[in-house]
């Protein structure tokens, strides 16, 4: 009996990946894992972590309780999304560049967010080394 929900499980875990337009490959390199794990999980032949799951739906955008258990939807509603970014918006983006930024790393495919991410970071730590070495030079 186990087999069924193992089955619907890697199901699903398929499901969210293809959704999403990842390969396992990508996949399994957002998670930090091998190939063969997300192969693994997807054939039944083994599950992946809870912090794996997490994360997997995370980069899907699937809801965590549908890849774990089937039950709900596979991806939030569309209040409960426009809930959560009101909720952001309001109590943490009052810059309107930073809402814009927010903006387009969310409607970005999850392939490209982890680049995104650290663009941006690159682009923080230079200007900070700018910062430093004007005040360093006016001393």
């Known amino acids: 009996m186990e087999a069924t929900p193992s089955g619907a499980a890697a199901h699903r875990i398929r499901i969210a990946r293809r959704s999403a337009g990842l390969s396992q490959a990508q996949l399994a390199a957002e998670l930090g894992v091998q190939r063969s794990a ?13 912090n794996h799951l997490r994360l997997l739906a995370m980069l899907t955008g699937a809801q965590f309780e549908w890849l774990a258990t089937g039950r709900g939807p596979m991806t939030p509603s569309a209040d409960s999304v426009l809930d959560s970014v009101a909720a952001v918006d309001a109590l943490l983006v009052d810059d309107p560049q930073e809402r814009r930024l927010l903006t387009a790393f969310r409607q970005a495919a999850p392939q490209a967010r982890v680049p995104l991410l650290e663009l941006a970071e690159q682009l923080a730590a230079q200007r900070v080394g700018r910062q430093r070495a004007r005040g360093g030079d006016s001393t």
Request: no cysteine; glycine share 8%.
């Open 38 to 50: 997300v192969s693994h999980w997807e054939a039944q032949r083994g599950k992946p972590s809870m």
